[in-house]
């Protein structure tokens, strides 16, 4: 997994934005954020599977979606190409 930080976490915005790239058959298991924070992703390039509290989903290239990131959410490239997607964390403010 190749993750490239597009926007560096900025404190007056609350949020950092990622370029990522999974190989065919990568899984990335992310623990639960703090309460509050909410993730976008957006697939660039290739299909992605996405489960969130233990529901999977799939998104195609161009299909994204805003989740809760509160809980555990793993990321899975079961296609046959490379995935890339962006991934957004907005932050709550303190």
Request: glycine share 8%; hydrophobic share 35%; with cysteine.
């Amino acid at each position: 997994m190749v993750i490239t930080s597009l926007f560096p976490y900025d404190p007056q915005l609350c949020f950092e934005h990622f370029s990522i790239q999974m190989a065919s058959g990568a899984i990335s298991e992310s623990t639960p954020h703090e309460k509050g924070v909410i993730e976008h992703v957006v697939v660039i390039d290739g299909q992605l599977d996405l489960c969130v509290d233990g529901e999977w989903q799939t998104l195609n290239c161009g299909e994204g979606v805003r989740f809760a990131a509160d809980v555990t959410h793993i990321y899975r490239n079961g296609g046959e190409q490379t995935v890339h997607f962006h991934s957004l964390i907005h932050y709550p403010r303190s």
